[in-house]
């Protein structure tokens, strides 16, 4: 998936990913991870997500690292913050109240930044790759991430391979993720998605087994 793709979406409007409400599942099954509302969490490719605001409400310190700048800056827009935008290398850095939103391709996100991270709250993200990216972005955070991480992953099953977003099933996530962790499926809701096909919701968490 090119940067271009996701550039023109949020251009053009078409972020149909996006929710206007907390995500339900995360609401539900972050207490699964014993966070305890400590450390710092990492959202990969985070859109505008409120649901950034919903964790850093727990009491955790969030960074989302996110491509284009139009939904860097929407997402401060939006909850009427008004932020400065600085230049941290090939990124650019919206913040505040201990909220980091990281402008720029995850794939080149400095080794630092994932040596703070705590816990990764994956929605949307590994699911709007296509398969061999998606072996690069799982690769990238398994190499990357510190010792005792946890993870929060969200993922869709169904039968179109047309994406995004891609299907990725639980061999796969296992494949792709169960050398470094132990992985519980917590949930898995069948449903109607957003353009009415039968999909599968599943939820996973993922420990750390170093
Ligand atoms: C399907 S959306 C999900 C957004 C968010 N997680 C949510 O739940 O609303 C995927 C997002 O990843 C961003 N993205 C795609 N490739 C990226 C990359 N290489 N680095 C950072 N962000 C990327 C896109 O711009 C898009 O906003």
Redesign the pocket.
Known sequence: ?H?EF??E??RSGR?G???SQV?PLLKHCWSELQADGAGRVL???????I?MLWLREQGHEVTG????EL?CQAFWDEQEVPVTVQQTGDFSLREKDGLRLLC????TLPAAEFKTINWVY????L???PEPMRKRYAQTLTEQLPAGVGMLLITLEFDDAEG??FSVTEEEVQALYGDRFSIEKLTAQTGMGRSGRAEVESVYIMRDRR
Do not use: T, Y
């Not at 959202?43 to 997500?49: A, N, T």
């Not at 720029?104 to 794939?107: A, L, Q, S, V």
């Not at 994956?122 to 993200?125: F, I, L, S």
């Open positions: 998936m940067s996701w550039h979406r949020w972020i990913f996006h929710q995500n959202v990969p490719l985070c859109g505008k997500s649901d690292v996110e491509l284009n939904a720029g391709d995850f794939f994956d929605r949307a993200a699911v709007a790759f995004p977003p």
